[in-house]
Structures are given as C-alpha cells and as structure tokens.
C-alpha cells in the first residue's frame, strides 16, 4: 500500500485564523480525496482533488471555506479558512491506490479550534 | 444516493471470542466493500475487502462475507485480542470514487 503523511497531525487553532493540512504520498496516484471525522462520527468526503483540475466538492462543503490545490501527483494541501470551533475535527487525506475505489488513508490532522 | 448502516454501535467480547459486525447498502449498484480498522490517534486502515463476484473472503483471523441479493455484508473476527479493539467501519463503493462509509462499530476485547 501507499504511504502517506499528513502535516501538521495536530494543532489548536484560535477563531477567525485558517491552517493549511499538507498531504504527502510516496507515489503517484490519480486521486486524492478529504475527509472530515468529528469527534466520535464516521467520514465525511469535503472533496476530491484530481491534479491539474479543480477539486470537486460534496454538499455542505464550499471551495471559500476548504480550498484544495493539488499541484502534482503526490501532493496536495487543503486549508480551513475563518475557523470556528465547529471546525474542530480530525480532517483526513486519502488516495486511491491499486484500483479507482480502493482508498487508503493518512494518519490525520487533530484540529481544536478555541 | 447510496446509504450504508452499520450495527451495532458498540460491541463488548471477551478475549477468544468471534466478534461479528454487520452492514446493509441500498445501491444495487454497489460492488466492492472495504473494512476499515481505526485505532485511537490513526488513520482507518484498510484490513479486508470484497467485490461483489465473491460471497466469502478470509485473511488469517478476519473474514468478510456479502449476501448480494439481501444487500449485506459482515466483518468476523476469530480469536478476538486485546489489539483487536478499535472502531471498525463498512464502506461500499458502486466502482467509482466514492466511498460511503458506516457509522462505524467500537469494538471492545476484554482480557
């Protein structure tokens, strides 16, 4: 399986301040996927990064708030802007590896936003 | 859209006993389901799946069986250890890019 590191893995944050998670992989994969996990819930999609195109973004999730670059095969960050505390959750990197739909995941970034 | 449920919520065992944690999809069009592991601090590990041309999967003390016509598919452990306690998650996938997830089952293994 790919490996895949995500940084910061974790930070407290303060209101109104936005943070930008990078995601690394040690190969190239087609896509990259986010997720957020609140506390104590399962995963929820924010995106999907496909690199040299605009990420495609599920409902209740805008490009304003989360915005994604993807700028090469192994690399992608995604940034929280205008944070508030229901912000803080574990946010997720994730990519498919071997086939289109089978994901495998980062070690997550634990975000508290105060 | 595809909704995928998960049961139970918690699940208690004493060490040496099988764990079974269940999952039903409503997409027909569903055809490969994954089996996250999710220890507490990491990410979900993928640690088995199953596409829809096969009923029964095993690796080693874990194995995943789909019942297709009754849209269901179920986790067992054997020999449950006390590493084995995590949250585990069901996923299905109709063979695109997108993965719906379970809500998730808390596993706990008693020693």
């Known amino acids: 399986s790919a490996v895949i590191s995500q940084k910061p893995s974790r930070d407290i944050c303060q209101r109104g301040t936005s943070l930008t998670i990078q995601c690394q992989v040690d190969?190239?994969?087609?896509?990259m996927f986010w997720y957020r996990q609140q506390p104590g819930q399962s995963l929820t999609l924010i995106a999907t990064?496909?690199?040299?195109?605009?990420?495609?973004?599920e409902s209740g999730f805008v490009i304003d708030k989360f915005p994604i670059s993807r700028p090469n095969l192994t690399f992608s960050t995604l940034t929280v802007s205008n944070m508030s505390p229901e912000d803080s959750s574990i946010y997720l990197c994730?990519?498919?590896?071997?086939?289109?739909?089978?994901?495998?995941f980062g070690p997550g970034t634990r975000l508290t936003v105060l | 859209g595809e909704n995928v449920e998960q049961h139970p919520s918690t699940l208690s065992v004493q060490e040496g006993d099988s764990a079974v944690i269940k999952c039903t999809y409503s997409?027909?069009?569903?055809?490969?389901f994954p089996w996250y592991k999710q220890e507490l601090g990491k990410g979900p590990q993928l640690i088995i799946d199953?596409?829809?041309?096969?009923g029964e999967k095993k690796d080693q003390r874990i194995a995943v069986t789909l019942n297709k016509t009754a849209k269901h598919f179920s986790l067992h452990i054997t020999e449950t250890q006390p590493e084995d306690s995590a949250v585990y998650f069901c996923?299905?996938?109709?063979?695109?890019?997108?993965?719906?997830f379970g809500a998730g089952t808390r596993l706990f293994v008693k020693a």
């Open positions: 996923a299905a996938n109709t063979g695109g890019f997108k993965t719906i």
């Open positions: 199953i596409r829809s041309n096969v």
């Open positions: 994730s990519v498919d590896y071997e086939s289109p739909d089978t994901q495998y």
């Open positions: 997409d027909s069009a569903s055809n490969y």
């Open positions: 190969s190239q994969v087609t896509m």
């Open positions: 990064a496909n690199q040299g195109s605009e990420a495609t973004y």
